[in-house]
């Protein structure tokens, strides 16, 4: 069965960081784009970050350059997304998604073929 799972959301307090990760089984993620989404009440679900197979590349939205970084340890089946400095507007549903391939649809949303249940990230004081 595939599944993908993520985990290490919480409540922290503005400045503070949290790593998420993303756990697949059933399948590899050699041969998947990896990308983070978000989503809070109200609004639509936004690319956050991905990371390319191959020779990893990565791309992050403008609003968490600098503060997050997203990464994958192929032999552990297993992707991650280091949130620091955060910020109340990162508050939202985190979800781990994967393409087939190379990211070359950047933040498209219907060409990602599997989705987590997604983890709640809540920055409050």
């Known amino acids: 069965q595939l599944q993908i799972v993520e985990s290490g959301g919480g409540l922290v307090q503005p400045g503070g960081s949290l790593r998420l990760s993303c756990v697949a089984s059933g399948f590899t993620l050699d041969h998947y784009c990896i990308a983070w989404w978000r989503q809070s009440p109200g609004k639509e679900r936004e690319g956050v970050s991905w990371i390319s197979v191959g020779d990893g590349s990565t791309h992050y939205a403008d609003s968490v350059k600098g503060r997050f970084a997203i990464s994958r340890d192929n032999a552990k089946n297993t992707a991650f997304l280091q949130m620091n400095s955060l910020k109340p507007e990162d508050t939202a549903v985190y979800y781990c998604?994967?393409?087939?391939?190379?990211?070359?649809?950047?933040?498209?949303?219907?060409?990602?073929?599997?989705w987590g249940q997604g983890t709640q990230v809540t920055v409050s004081s």
């Open positions: 998604a994967l393409d087939y391939g190379s990211c070359s649809s950047g933040f498209v949303f219907y060409e990602y073929d599997y």
